[in-house]
């Protein structure tokens, strides 16, 4: 690895720098790192969304590691300028997959740090122990951002997935009725192919910026642990300088060194500095040795003080530091430090108070999930509910108007909306009156976003005889009502609402749908 070939510059930066870092070498590199996502993710998902359009999309998520493989194989030649091209990444690819190919897409699979660890096993070659050392001391840092660097890719492909879908919900014209939220549950194939076209827009789209973030963040740990600024700076200044211009340095470093020698003196008479000082304290009342040990002493006093009077003794810099001793702040100085146990009791019933309530939302909440989810998890644990009590999905088209409820003499009602004429009306209470008991006696897995075709085609599913031929006709004769605006004659109105009597005479009164 040639340090001096890096394509960027090699400044410490922190996290968020090498973020930016890595987004910006994705685009400056974005034809051969789009090239490869597309040519490697695109057969595969057009083969899962065929296979199953529901779990399919699942199956692509869970290979997505091997995919950021060809993606880093591309940054790290890129960045020390090895022009890498699409067939170049596709050749190189599967051997890139061999090292932890089953781990990157099982226990490996949710690590949060995946893009910042990749390089380490895969450049680097580390497995085992060794691996997980050399993860520990890039990880050894305050600034370790990975974490978040995942989480705000994630944000990313939900806010592009969304923003299409929301793009494709405005391009939709006013007249056709479509809820995004109830389409999200519906079972049509057509349906979940958008949903899955958007999310993979997303997927392609973030990738190579996700592993160039992880990637930058990677190299700039290894320039500040292992200084390659200062040897690429001691190369530009050995290039730079002449042969002569190295020995005049090296002259002068010769004389600092030189300087540096004086200090075994300094040490030397502090040593006899000391002699003399337990000389005075042993037998300080013999007149000759006194004398001369106070001598001695003065003079070694007075060179020590000229030593310590020049640099570099002479700076001097006050530090006050705090440190965590439990519910009390202890200064660094001998002070007596203040009595907190006071406030911290009122802190801990406060934080006890929190705990409670954090409790007793969190339940709550889970509660609520459960209960708007009880429909769901009844038919997954296959338990009979009481259909009765239920209020019935119907479907949007057959609500011509809003309806708090059925009326309690339906006959009477059809005759009054068939003397008006009003046959929207007529056909609008036939489908809500007669959707509501097929709901109830068979069951039918009805939603507000089906069209006509789809609730035919579920009660066709379930529904057998008269009920099935009568419904049949009804929906088609509200078809070309509603969308060829061709008006049925009064007879055919009549007949309508005889049949209905007739099939649905077991209909109870007042039913809610």
């Known amino acids: 690895m040639k340090i001096e070939a890096l394509a960027i510059a090699t ?27 597309l040519c490697s993710t695109l057969p595969i998902f057009i083969v899962c969304t065929l296979l199953s359009p529901e779990y399919g999309v699942y199956f692509l998520w869970l290979l997505k590691p091997w995919f950021e493989r060809g993606l880093l194989y ?78 705000i890719c994630l944000h990313w492909e939900l806010f592009i997935t969304f923003g299409l879908l929301m793009l494709v919900n405005m391009l939709i014209p006013l007249g056709f009725e479509w809820n995004i939220a109830d389409a999200f549950y519906s079972e049509s194939n057509l349906i979940l192919i958008a949903y899955n076209v958007c999310w993979y827009f997303a997927l392609v789209l973030i990738a190579p910026l996700f592993i160039g973030g992880g990637f930058a963040a990677y190299l700039n740990r290894r320039i500040l642990l292992e200084g390659w600024d200062i040897e690429l700076g001691l190369k530009k200044i050995r290039n730079r300088w002449s042969a002569k211009q190295i020995s005049l340095l090296v002259i002068l470093v010769a004389g600092l060194m030189g300087y540096a020698a ?49 640099p570099p003794f002479h700076n001097k810099e006050m530090v006050r530091d705090w440190r965590w001793t439990g519910w009390k702040w202890e200064s660094s100085e001998p002070e007596e430090p203040a009595d907190l146990s006071d406030w911290m009791g009122i802190f801990a019933v406060i934080a006890k108070f929190a705990e409670v309530i954090l409790w007793v939302l969190f339940i709550s909440i889970i509660g609520w999930l459960l209960w708007l989810s009880r429909h769901q998890l009844a038919k997954l644990l296959n338990i009979k509910v009481d259909l009765k009590k ?49 709901y109830k006696k068979h069951d039918l897995s009805l939603t507000e976003s089906m069209t006509e ?34 008006w049925p004659n009064a007879e055919k109105m009549a007949e309508l609402c005889t049949q209905w009597q007739q099939v649905f005479l077991t209909v109870e009164a007042g039913e809610t749908p």
């Open 453 to 486: 075709l789809e609730c035919l085609a579920e009660i066709r599913s379930k529904v057998q005889g008269e009920s099935l031929r009568f419904m049949t006709s009804l929906i088609q004769l509200w078809i070309d009502l509603a969308w060829a605006h061709r």
């Open 74 to 151: 591309i940054h790290s030649r890129q960045v020390f300028g090895q022009q890498v091209s699409v067939v170049d990444a596709l050749k190189a690819w599967p051997s890139q997959i061999k090292v932890y190919w089953l781990a990157s897409i099982t226990w490996q699979r949710l690590s949060p740090s995946r893009g910042f660890d990749l390089p380490v096993a895969q450049l680097e070659g580390l497995k085992g122990e060794k691996r997980k050392a050399r993860l520990r001391l890039l990880h050894q840092t305050t600034d370790d951002n990975s974490y978040w660097w995942l989480l």
């Open 390 to 438: 239920q209020k019935v999905d119907l479907p949007a088209f057959s609500r011509h108007e809003k309806q708090q409820g059925l009326p309690s003499d339906i006959p009477a009602e059809l005759d009054a909306l068939l003397e008006q004429q009003a046959y929207r009306q007529v056909l609008s209470l036939l489908l809500v009156s007669s959707l509501t008991y097929l």
């Open 11 to 37: 400044q410490p930066r922190n996290s968020w720098k090498s973020f930016d870092l890595g987004c910006r070498m994705a685009m400056q590199w974005w034809v051969p790192l789009y090239g490869f996502m």
């Open 262 to 310: 004086d200090a075994p003196v300094a040490y030397a008479q502090t040593n006899e500095l000391e002699q003399v000082t337990e000389e005075l304290a042993t037998d300080p009342e013999e007149p000759q040795l006194s004398e001369d040990a106070l001598k001695k002493h003065t003079a070694i006093k007075e060179s020590l003080q000229e030593i310590l009077a020049g």
